[in-house]
């Protein structure tokens, strides 16, 4: 629970009383690779805080997963539009390595924000992050090519690259997996040619 306490004091100042509070109200779940934290068109029952282990989030659409986002330790994890309305989702998120959570419900989450010293604060600070993410992802989905949101998640994330699967990444970026490996295979030839 103390890297959920640090991400909080990252976000707001936590006071004794605070600790106290988030410990009670947030509980540590397991999710073994391949389980649901989300499972598409149900109700998202927590927000979370991933302590240990990667999460996938994706949209079945004609039977196919379309993968568009990542999330690993010290980040929160939920899927507000379902959350916050407690209406069913038409999203999933899925571990992709055996995961441990620091979860809240609904009822919980809005207990937090009254009785923490700024909670409020520190529920807008989260949603802000979540929000310009998931703009920047759409916003790179609509405007770049294969190739340069592959780029993108290189840099941004240098160290996903071993943990996740060709496959996940291919959808993440929008192509199938061969051509994925052209693309890699294409900037391994740029990298040899500057050398």
Known sequence: MQQLFQAIRQLVPVSEHDEQVIGRLFTQKHYKKGAFFLPEGTVCRYAGFISKGLMRFYINIDGEDKTYGFLQENQFISNYGSFVPQIPSAQAIQALEDSELYVI???????LYQEL???E????IIIEQVFIQALSDLNSFYTDDPETRYRKFITDHP????RISQYHIASFVGVKPQSLSRIRKRILEQRVKRS
């Open 121 to 124: 604060r520190m529920g807008r």
């Open 117 to 119: 010293t700024h909670g």
């Open 105 to 111: 419900t609904y009822t919980g989450l809005q207990q």
């Open 159 to 162: 160290d996903l690259q071993q």
